[in-house]
């Protein structure tokens, strides 16, 4: 892992492998951004690439300004990182406190599929972590589902839950916990997200706290909000779920997986269950979207049914075959493997 610093501003690029085709991952903004948090995030992107075979590396950018100083920020990041994205040395995803829009000025030199970044990558997404939930379970019918950190990637997972027989029975954002006993339909829900963002939860009822939705009941939880928010404490809470699947990097702790570990409940791999979006970024831009659409329904449920019966556990199982495939192109494997601290 190298930290790359910019002089224009004060940011900087984690880079996680030397010797990558290509590293792409998340660009945010915040009053300071903590090289810790973007290490982890550029390790989970690269176990991504490992786990689909691309020998490509994660990466991970953070641009720390204050409020009144956030777009000059973002202006002299975007200029000083034009020469880093066209050798492919950092490809950026918009991230916390950055749009597309921001970036938009390095689409025409990324290597990726630039036209399918956004809303087509976040369904993509949002798909792959159902599918990844369906193979890790065998069914989703009939299960109540629970999506903690609601995001722009939820419309499509609740659809994509929906249409293989699930309800989503609770959802929160930063601004708290919803519940309906009879489920949301997915397209109130992508309603109000295109309205409202992360106040969505203000459509439907009474707002409970967002910690609340730990104690909704549901058969399986998605998490996302936040890295680490699947710490030991909540995984306790967590101890009789079905599953519990992310649908934001990281959400789960060592300390945490340990917990549902023991407690017999499956917790499937970020790096598999969000890779849908990478699957749609590299490829034939001739593609159909339906084509890649089917492509991430083939190829995460095939992973995912792989890592499902493995006595270690998916996430671990991943792992190994993500670390199986480094091995092929990497002298000695990164320290550390793509859990929160």
């Known amino acids: 892992m190298r930290i790359h610093k910019f002089s224009s501003t004060e940011a900087f690029i984690a880079i996680d492998l030397d010797g990558a085709e290509a590293s792409s991952g998340p660009a945010r903004w915040a009053k300071k951004v903590l090289q810790g948090g973007a290490k982890d995030l550029a390790r989970s992107q690269t176990y991504t690439y490992a786990v689909l075979g691309m020998a490509r590396g994660g990466a991970s950018a953070g641009i720390s300004a204050d409020g009144p100083d956030r777009s000059t920020a973002i202006e002299a990041f975007v200029s000083e990182a034009a020469d880093l994205v066209a050798s492919g040395i950092y490809l950026p995803d918009a991230a916390k406190g950055v749009s597309p829009d921001d970036l938009a000025a390095l689409a025409a030199t990324d290597q990726r599929d630039t036209a399918r970044l956004g809303a087509f990558a976040d369904r993509c997404e949002g798909l792959g972590a159902a599918v990844v939930a369906e193979k890790t379970l065998g069914s989703l019918d009939g299960r109540s589902i629970a999506i903690e950190g609601f995001d722009a990637n939820g419309a499509a997972l609740a659809t994509a839950l929906i249409d293989r027989g699930a309800k989503v029975t609770a959802i929160s954002t930063g601004t708290g916990t919803v519940t309906s006993a009879s489920g949301f339909p997915a397209p109130v829900l992508a309603a109000s997200w295109g309205e409202l963002g992360v106040d969505l939860v203000n459509d439907f009822g009474e707002v409970g706290h967002a910690k609340a939705i730990f104690d909704s009941g549901a058969d399986v ?26 649908c934001g990097r990281l959400p789960l702790t060592a300390r945490g997986l340990a917990v549902l570990r023991s407690a017999g409940v499956p917790a499937p791999a970020d790096f598999v269950a969000l890779a849908g979006s990478t699957l749609a970024l590299w490829g034939d831009t001739n593609r159909t979207d339906e084509a890649i659409l089917a492509g991430v329904t083939e190829d995460l449920g095939d992973l995912s049914a792989g890592y499902a019966s493995h006595e270690d556990g998916p996430l671990l199982a991943a792992c190994y075959d993500a670390e199986d495939f480094l091995s092929t192109w990497q002298e000695t494997l990164p320290f550390g493997r793509p859990l929160a601290p």
């Open 221 to 246: 939880f998605f998490a996302g909000s936040k890295m680490g928010v699947i710490d030991h404490t909540v995984a306790a809470q967590l101890s009789e779920t079905a599953a519990v699947v992310p």
